[in-house]
């Protein structure tokens, strides 16, 4: 995850604006919260959504399902794997049906496969609990109470972590529906916009 946050340092700097505000989303959380701890002086503000300082044990298996599938050549099993995962309950066996039709499409190019493989195993190691210096942007973290990947716990843990940060709970949310949801758009506008 380090080197995947260095990447993105990379190209921050090569917009030549210094800092940014920086809004991760599921495994981009991930990096952007290892882009604030490990490079400081690239992000302004933090928004985390859906994401936390690492994933929950059922985001572990999954996602290390999703990579060892995508290893093997398996697109459509992994498709349907992720899909099935992060769908709202009740829609989970259409989602993992539509991903596996789909999945040509968005698994087709082996090198995608490959790099997607790699960022999701750097995920089920990512742990920011362990030796990092804490996250000095200002930050939110807004979290589903029914996500699965994360959950509310591993958010207020989150949080805990980060001076100052502000933490949302949207009720009623899972991993998807959270980050969709008018008051995660209403706060994330506010956090981003304000002064």
């Keep these: 995850m380090a080197a995947i946050a260095d990447e ?3 190209a921050i700097t090569a917009l030549g604006d210094g800092i940014v505000d920086v809004v991760g989303f599921s495994t981009g959380a991930s990096i952007a919260l290892q882009l604030a701890a490990d490079h400081p002086g690239a992000v302004r503000r933090l928004a985390v959504v859906g994401g936390a300082c690492r994933l929950s044990p059922t985001g572990r298996e999954v996602q290390a399902r999703v990579a060892e599938l995508l290893r093997a050549g398996r697109a459509r099993a992994a498709a349907r794997a992720a899909a099935s995962a992060v769908a709202p309950r009740g829609t989970r066996a259409a989602a ?3 991903a ?3 999945a040509g499409r968005a698994f087709g190019d082996p090198d995608a496969r490959d790099d997607l493989a790699t960022t999701l195993e750097a995920e089920v190691a990512f742990d920011l609990t362990g030796g990092t210096d804490p996250i000095s942007a200002p930050t939110l973290v807004v979290m589903g109470d029914r996500d699965r990947f994360y959950g509310p716990e591993l958010a207020r843990e989150t949080a805990s972590l980060i001076p100052g940060s502000h933490l949302v709970i949207v009720r009623h949310r899972g991993h998807l529906t959270a980050s ?9 506008g506010g956090f981003l916009l304000a002064d």
């Design 96 to 98: 993992g049906a539509v």
């Design 180 to 188: 969709t949801h008018h008051r995660t758009v209403a706060t994330l």
């Design 100 to 102: 596996w039709l789909g």
């Design 8 to 10: 993105h340092a990379r």
